[in-house]
C-alpha cells in the first residue's frame, strides 16, 4: 500500500540549478523521511523531519512540511552531477506499523 | 556507510528452486528488513526482524520465509521461486523502532528467476 506519492516522476536540470521534489501523502504521520538512491546502490537517508516540525536544513537540501495538506518537498540548492539519483520519500504513522516509501522521483543534472 | 553486506550480489535461479538471501550487519542495531524494490512498485516490505527469533511479516510476505539466529544475521528465502520473485532485494536496519530512525541500506542482491 502506497503511501506518499512523489511528483514529478522524473526531473531533469542543468548544474547549479535548484530542483524541487514534491511528495503528498493520505493518512497522518509521525515523521516523514527523504533518501537518495544511486543506481545500483542502496537507499540513503538524507533527513528525517518529525510532523511537529515544518522545515529542516542539512547543506544544500531543505525540507518543508505541510501537514494540513499532507505534503512535503525537497529542495536541493545549486545542483551538481553528483545529484543525480532517485529520491523518494518515506512516511510513518498512524495506522502505518512500518516505514511506507513512494516511488520515487528521478533526478537528472547535466553539468 | 552502515556496516551492511547483501550476499550473494546477483544469482540466476531456476524456477522452484529454493533461494536463501543473506543479510550481515556489523552495527548491532535490533531491528532488519528486507524489502524487494520493483520498477512501477517502488520499495515494498517483506519480512522485518525486532530482535533475535522475532520476525514479522510485511506487505508483500507471501512466498517468503525469514530467519534471524544472531543478532548481525537476516536470512531471507524463497521456498520455491517464481518469475514474479525476480527482483531487486535490499536489506535494511534501523536502530529504534521501525518508522522511528532512519533506515540504513545494504547494496542490493539482484535476483533472476528464469
Known amino acids: 500500500s502506497q503511501q506518499g506519492e512523489e511528483d514529478p516522476q522524473a526531473l531533469s536540470i542543468q548544474e547549479g540549478e535548484n530542483a524541487t521534489m514534491n511528495c503528498s501523502y493520505k493518512?497522518?504521520?509521525?515523521?516523514l523521511q527523504w533518501y537518495r538512491q544511486n543506481s545500483g546502490r542502496g537507499l540513503v537517508h538524507l533527513i528525517l523531519?518529525?510532523?511537529?516540525?515544518r522545515e529542516k536544513h542539512s547543506g544544500r537540501l531543505r525540507v518543508t512540511l505541510d501537514t494540513s495538506k499532507k505534503s512535503s518537498s525537497l529542495l536541493i540548492t545549486a545542483s551538481r552531477a553528483a545529484d543525480t539519483a532517485s529520491y523518494f520519500c518515506?512516511?510513518?504513522?498512524?495506522?502505518?506499523?512500518?516505514?511506507?516509501f513512494g516511488k520515487g522521483t528521478k533526478l537528472s543534472v547535466k553539468p | 556507510d552502515a556496516g551492511i553486506t547483501q550476499s550473494p550480489r546477483h544469482k540466476v535461479t531456476e524456477t522452484g528452486t529454493p533461494v536463501t538471501l543473506r543479510c550481515h550487519q556489523t552495527?548491532?542495531?535490533?531491528?532488519m528488513y528486507w524489502y524487494r524494490q520493483d520498477p512501477g512498485h517502488g520499495l515494498r516490505l517483506i519480512h522485518y526482524?525486532?530482535?533475535?527469533?522475532?520476525?514479522d511479516k510485511g506487505e508483500v510476505s507471501d512466498g517468503y520465509s525469514v530467519s534471524r539466529s544472531k543478532t548481525e544475521d537476516f536470512l531471507l528465502t524463497l521456498e520455491s521461486a517464481t518469475s514474479s520473485q525476480t527482483s531487486v532485494y535490499f536489506c535494511?536496519?534501523?536502530?529504534?523502532?521501525?518508522?522511528?530512525?532512519?533506515?540504513?541500506f545494504g547494496n542490493g542482491t539482484r535476483l533472476t528467476v528464469t
Open positions: 518515506a512516511t510513518f504513522g498512524g495506522s502505518q506499523g512500518n516505514l511506507i
Open positions: 493518512t497522518s504521520i509521525n515523521n
Open positions: 552495527e548491532n542495531h535490533r531491528y
Open positions: 526482524s525486532y530482535g533475535v527469533k522475532d520476525t
Open positions: 535494511a536496519i534501523s536502530e529504534t523502532y521501525r518508522g522511528g530512525s532512519p533506515l540504513h
Open positions: 523531519i518529525r510532523s511537529n516540525e
